[in-house]
T-cell receptor, first 112, second 115 residues
């Protein structure tokens, strides 16, 4: 069975600081991995996805993630946090049908 | 292009009452998903449709939940009767096809509160 673990339910950074949100996965087959963002009272928006091509994936809004098979990780980073990045972030793994299995989510707080 | 539309956005009901949620997916999207998101958790799949056929309803509590997707477009998710534990956000998503790599587009969700 596939699963995702997000380390840290809350992350707080200062504006301009590095953002690092951690995600580890478990999958018996080569995984497809996703990061979604959810702003208050809105649906989920895809930030980026890994589909077995390049291990460093660039997404929207300056975010990127690196797939590391040896560490079963897919951490999300952004070099410089903006106030508008404050939101809930979800890591997800997809099974062969396209069904998404989500992690518990990480709330990102950005302090001025 | 219009996104996934859901209504109502908010619903408050008393326990044991029925409730229904409606979803209109992106035009042309054959695959439709209903997810439930409990407070502080990630979404969990309830049911997946391929056109009008429910191809994965293994996580749908069938004693009180039902869903339909008539004509393979709009979909309705119903709870009857609602319980306190059903309080959650119900998200609808659609994709052009099922399978790996096809992006799911999410609606804003319906926040259900059962009192």
């Amino acid at each position: 069975a596939q699963s995702v673990t997000q380390l840290g339910s809350h992350v707080s950074v200062s504006e301009g600081a590095l953002v690092l949100l951690r995600c580890n996965y478990s999958s018996s087959v080569p995984p497809y991995l996703f990061w979604y963002v959810q702003y208050p009272n809105q649906g989920l928006q895809l930030l980026l996805k890994y589909t077995s091509a390049a291990t460093l994936v660039k997404g929207i809004n300056g975010f990127e993630a690196e797939f590391k098979k040896s560490e079963t990780s897919f951490h999300l980073t952004k070099p410089s946090a903006h106030m508008s990045d404050a939101a809930e972030y979800f890591c997800a793994v997809s099974d062969f049908t396209g069904k998404l299995i989500f992690g518990q989510g990480t709330t990102l707080q950005v302090k001025p | 292009e219009a996104g996934v539309v859901q209504s109502p956005r908010y619903k408050i009901i008393e326990k044991k009452q029925p409730v229904a949620f409606w979803c209109n997916p992106i035009s042309g999207h054959n695959t439709l998903y209903w997810y439930r998101q409990n407070l502080g958790q990630g979404p969990e799949l309830l049911i997946r449709y391929e056109n009008e056929e429910a191809v994965d309803d293994s996580q749908l509590p069938k004693d009180r939940f039902s869903a339909e997707r008539l004509k393979g477009v709009d979909s309705t998710l119903k709870i009857q009767p609602a319980e306190l534990g059903d309080s959650a956000v119900y998200l609808c998503a659609s994709s052009s096809q099922q399978g790996l790599g096809y992006e799911q587009y999410f609606g804003p969700g319906t926040r259900l509160t059962v009192t």
